[in-house]
């Protein structure tokens, strides 16, 4: 669900060599943060595609008004590389105070490029909020890193993801699913077109891509640190393989893809695919109770693991609202928003909260909350996949474009 940066701003920021600039906002003292934070205003930049993150940002908002007079403003990203371009023309600008962007939904490419040139708020910040304490990131690596890149504190989590499969069982029995993504091959040349994934560099279209990846790559590690150009043909070689015999089986051959998630999950439900994915295990559920799925819909995972990883909101260097910023992070990480956010019939995001950490209150109010009909409980998710350094990302879209865009 998350919006990446692309090669061209990567490139872009690694040749201006940008260095960050420290604010005199420290979340280390809370009371001032607080005192800042009143009559500010919180621009924050997030995904703004599915009617239902938007009105969880909405009540985020308006608690947000109510309790502590910061007004939020969420602008609305198709990209999460557009918040990336803006900081970054504002740094080419020389606009080192009073940035636009105030906090952003990030992460993989787009938090390691801003990272390295400097572009985010001081490092540390995250583990300071007075919700940090609740966080599970004992238990939850990718917490602490973000796509193999060290946090550093530089980006407080908000959610959970773990890539999950739907099909509607009133079309397909259970015995039918594939397995794994050899599976998956096999599966849709015994049922051509019914298949098919959103165009890179959709952010969903490229998760899927990394997941083939992960499961053919002959050594996993490699995924692990830059692609090496050296050898990037023949480590990626299994994975185009599999797309070159997959491409002519998909939905309309190919030729064309879904525009989105919105729009693949659309397709579920008219019939015209068997199995979709998601980025989160309770989406399946979250659409059903939105009457955007019917109720026959139900997920599943490869026993040898899906994708996995965590999602995060930063404050640029220059932030012009960084204690109403700050407040904001706190308070989405809060029990009560967590708790909010994983309610499927309200969003159904996965928490990255430790129950054991939690107050007795709410930690029962998590152990109630009906994840739905659709979701697999936590232990029937799998093994989560590692992903890959945002290197391959990077360099995998740009070979699936020249290989399979539609326009070819």
């Given at each position: 669900?998350?919006?990446?940066?692309?090669?061209?701003?990567?490139?872009?920021?690694?040749?201006?060599?940008?260095?960050?600039?420290?604010?005199?906002?420290?979340?280390?003292?809370?009371?001032a943060?607080?005192?800042?934070a009143r009559?500010?205003?919180?621009?924050?930049?997030?995904?703004?595609?599915?009617?239902?993150?938007?009105?969880?940002?909405?009540?985020?908002?308006?608690?947000?008004?109510?309790?502590?007079?910061?007004?939020?403003?969420?602008?609305?990203?198709?990209?999460?590389?557009?918040?990336?371009?803006?900081?970054?023309?504002?740094?080419?600008?020389?606009?080192?105070?009073?940035?636009?962007?105030?906090?952003?939904?990030?992460?993989?490419?787009n938090?390691?490029?801003?990272?390295?040139?400097g572009?985010?708020?001081?490092?540390?910040w995250?583990?300071?909020?007075?919700?940090?304490?609740?966080?599970?990131?004992?238990?939850?690596?990718?917490?602490?890193?973000?796509?193999?890149?060290?946090?550093?504190?530089?980006?407080s989590?908000?959610?959970?993801?773990?890539?999950?499969?739907?099909?509607?069982?009133?079309?397909?029995?259970?015995?039918?699913?594939p397995?794994?993504?050899?599976?998956l091959?096999?599966?849709?040349?015994?049922?051509?077109?019914?298949?098919?994934?959103?165009?890179?560099?959709?952010?969903?279209?490229?998760?899927f891509?990394?997941?083939v990846?992960?499961?053919?790559?002959?050594?996993?590690?490699?995924?692990?640190?830059?692609?090496?150009?050296?050898?990037?043909?023949?480590?990626?070689?299994?994975?185009f393989?599999?797309?070159?015999?997959?491409?002519?089986?998909?939905?309309?051959?190919?030729k064309?893809?879904?525009?989105?998630?919105?729009?693949?999950?659309?397709?579920?439900?008219?019939?015209?695919l068997?199995?979709?994915f998601?980025?989160?295990p309770a989406?399946?559920?979250s659409a059903?109770?939105?009457?955007?799925?019917?109720?026959?819909?139900?997920?599943?995972?490869?026993s040898?693991?899906?994708l996995?990883?965590?999602?995060?909101?930063?404050?640029p260097?220059?932030?012009?609202?960084?204690?109403?910023?700050?407040?904001?992070?706190?308070?989405?990480?809060s029990?009560e928003?967590?708790?909010?956010?994983?309610?499927?019939?309200?969003?159904?995001?996965?928490t990255?909260?430790?129950?054991?950490?939690?107050?007795?209150?709410?930690?029962?109010?998590?152990?109630?909350?009906?994840?739905?009909?659709?979701?697999?409980?936590?232990?029937?998710?799998?093994?989560?996949?590692?992903?890959?350094?945002?290197?391959?990302?990077?360099?995998?879209?740009?070979?699936?474009?020249?290989?399979?865009?539609?326009?070819?």
């Amino acid at each position: 669900m998350i919006r990446r940066a692309g090669k061209i701003i990567a490139a872009a920021l690694l040749a201006l060599g940008l260095a960050g600039k420290a604010s005199a906002t420290d979340a280390g003292n809370w009371e001032a943060v607080v005192a800042e934070a009143r009559g500010q205003t919180v621009y924050f930049n997030a995904w703004g595609g599915s009617e239902n993150v938007n009105a969880y940002i909405r009540w985020a908002g308006d608690e947000m008004k109510a309790r502590y007079g910061v007004t939020v403003a969420h602008v609305k990203l198709d990209d999460t590389a557009k918040a990336t371009a803006t900081v970054l023309a504002e740094k080419s600008a020389g606009k080192d105070e009073g940035g636009s962007v105030d906090l952003v939904w990030i992460n993989g490419e787009n938090f390691a490029a801003m990272k390295r040139e400097g572009l985010l708020y001081a490092p540390g910040w995250a583990t300071k909020l007075p919700n940090w304490r609740y966080v599970d990131h004992e238990n939850t690596p990718t917490v602490l890193t973000d796509f193999t890149i060290p946090t550093d504190g530089l980006e407080s989590p908000w959610g959970g993801a773990k890539l999950v499969f739907f099909y509607d069982s009133a079309r397909m029995k259970a015995s039918e699913l594939p397995d794994s993504a050899a599976d998956l091959l096999e599966w849709a040349a015994a049922n051509p077109g019914r298949f098919s994934y959103p165009q890179p560099p959709d952010f969903t279209g490229s998760s899927f891509l990394k997941q083939v990846l992960i499961e053919l790559v002959d050594d996993r590690a490699k995924l692990q640190k830059p692609v090496d150009e050296k050898t990037f043909a023949t480590d990626a070689a299994p994975l185009f393989a599999c797309l070159d015999k997959l491409t002519p089986l998909l939905w309309r051959k190919g030729k064309a893809y879904p525009q989105n998630y919105a729009d693949m999950k659309q397709k579920l439900a008219d019939g015209e695919l068997d199995i979709i994915f998601a980025f989160n295990p309770a989406e399946a559920s979250s659409a059903i109770a939105n009457g955007e799925l019917p109720e026959t819909i139900r997920s599943f995972v490869f026993s040898g693991g899906t994708l996995g990883n965590t999602h995060f909101v930063a404050i640029p260097y220059n932030a012009t609202a960084k204690a109403g910023a700050l407040l904001l992070a706190d308070f989405l990480l809060s029990p009560e928003a967590q708790l909010r956010k994983q309610d499927p019939n309200i969003w159904g995001d996965p928490t990255v909260l430790s129950p054991a950490k939690l107050p007795e209150a709410d930690r029962s109010a998590f152990e109630r909350l009906d994840l739905g009909i659709a979701t697999l409980h936590p232990d029937e998710l799998g093994p989560a996949l590692d992903e890959p350094h945002p290197d391959w990302m990077t360099r995998i879209e740009t070979e699936w474009i020249r290989r399979y865009g539609a326009a070819n």
